[in-house]
């Protein structure tokens, strides 16, 4: 938000956010890890950080969050 603001921008005026999570690479059996926060999220808990990110950021766009482990496409 800063970054977007600070070149000028407006949040979701002019600005947005779209994320490609790859939950394939993170994710096995339900389970996700977070490398960067050190805890793991089962499904409901993965959908529940991303939809504190969308309240509190000009997210549109989350490219398949619950993607099956090892699917392809």
């Not at 890890?33 to 793991?40: H, I």
Request: net charge negative; aromatic share 6%; glycine share 12%.
């Amino acid at each position: 938000m800063k970054a977007i603001e600070v070149a000028g921008f407006k949040p979701l005026g002019e600005v947005a956010i779209a994320l490609d999570i790859a939950p394939t690479r993170f994710g096995r059996q339900g389970c996700y890890t977070w490398s960067l926060a050190g805890d793991e999220l089962d499904s409901a808990g993965l959908l529940e950080r991303l939809a504190g990110w969308i309240a509190r950021s000009p997210i549109v766009s989350v490219e398949d969050p619950l993607a099956v482990a090892g699917a392809q496409g």
